[in-house]
């Protein structure tokens, strides 16, 4: 990176920007080659600030919540990763809505909504991540899902130029994803709708949820959840098992014997390890049953 850029960087962000940083410390897989840098903006003025640095110096950027939801390759991460820790804002308003920031994590929400009695947002309880990775990958279970809480979302244009505020209908939900906005917009904030109600009662669903995750799913392995998605009328799991491939090693990495779904790292794995898992289970699957499954996972960075 040319001498300009990093202090550029550094000047806008000081101690709150790294160079070289392994991102197996930054997704829950524990694997991934360096990121060229990751920087954190304290808060959404910051952000603004890093962006339009990055577009003046020409450093392409990508967007990180807690990575429980991306598998960085081995060969790293070119540019700048923007990790959204900063942005933690998380108030109650008088129209029984939230206003949290993206780097909110969701088991905050879930405790903030469990101890004010709001209603709503019960689904989300035990999907690990941030409020900004959980709405760009319309994250949810069964039949409920962000798109069906969200009634606005604030996006700060690539170039940290414009901050929108998009109504909820407008935006382009699809299963595990959101489509239509500008490559490298960040999103800042989202406002979700809740209800009021007891608060033993939105415990009791939470906890009720909770139990039924632990029960059916590895959780205390490093993974990134769903590797696919879903094919219509069928599960990934189902299909992965059909074919044989539940416990299957490649390397360091499993497919869990737990859940099919779900890929588990030891200590050491790779993320080649990963992706090998990945295009075997694809290719046995479609053998076996005809079905191309399609990663859920964002897959990112360079092959070593
Ligand atoms: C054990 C386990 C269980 C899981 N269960 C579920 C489940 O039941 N349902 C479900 O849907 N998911 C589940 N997941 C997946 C994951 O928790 C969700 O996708 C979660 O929303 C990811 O949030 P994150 O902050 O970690 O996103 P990241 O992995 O950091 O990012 C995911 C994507 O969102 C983008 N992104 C993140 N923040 C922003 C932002 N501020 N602006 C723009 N883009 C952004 C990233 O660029 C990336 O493309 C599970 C994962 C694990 C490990």
Not at 68 to 95: K, M, Q, S, W, Y
Not at 197 to 202: D, G
Not at 264 to 277: E, K
Request: aromatic share 4%.
């Amino acid at each position: 990176m040319r001498r300009e850029a990093r202090a550029a960087l550094e000047e806008v962000l000081g101690d709150r920007v790294a160079f070289d940083v392994p991102m197996s410390r930054y997704t829950s897989m524990r694997v991934g080659g360096p990121a060229d840098v990751v920087a954190t903006p304290a808060d959404r003025h910051e952000l603004g600030a890093l962006l339009r640095a990055c577009a003046k110096h020409g450093l392409p950027h990508c967007v990180l919540g807690a990575g429980f939801n991306t598998l960085v390759l081995d060969g790293g991460l070119p540019g700048v990763a923007i990790h959204t820790r900063g942005l933690r804002r998380l108030e109650e308003r008088p129209d029984r809505a939230l206003r949290a920031e993206a780097g909110v994590s969701h088991g905050s929400v879930t405790r903030f909504c469990t101890t004010r009695g709001l209603s709503g947002l019960e689904f989300a309880a035990g999907i690990p991540g941030t409020v900004g990775g959980w709405v760009a990958m319309n994250a949810g279970i069964g039949t409920r899902e962000v798109v069906d809480v969200v009634r606005e979302v604030e996006v700060m244009s690539p170039t940290g130029r414009r901050r929108r505020h998009l109504a909820g209908g407008r935006l382009c939900f699809g299963y595990r994803g959101l489509r239509g906005l500008a490559p490298g917009s960040v999103i800042v904030s989202v406002l979700l709708a809740v209800s009021l109600a007891e608060p033993a009662q939105v415990k009791a669903e939470v906890d009720r949820l909770l139990e039924a995750r632990a029960g059916s799913q590895p959780l205390n392995v490093p993974s990134c959840g769903s590797v696919f998605r879903n094919p219509p009328g069928d599960y990934a799991g189902r299909l992965i098992e059909a074919a044989g491939m539940k416990g299957a090693v490649e390397g360091g990495a499993q497919i869990s014997t737990v859940h099919a779904n779900f890929i588990a790292t030891q200590p050491g794995a790779r993320a080649a390890d990963v992706l090998a898992l990945i295009r075997r289970a694809q290719r046995e699957v479609e053998l076996s049953s005809g079905i191309r499954l399609v990663p859920e996972v964002k897959i990112v960075g360079r092959e070593s």
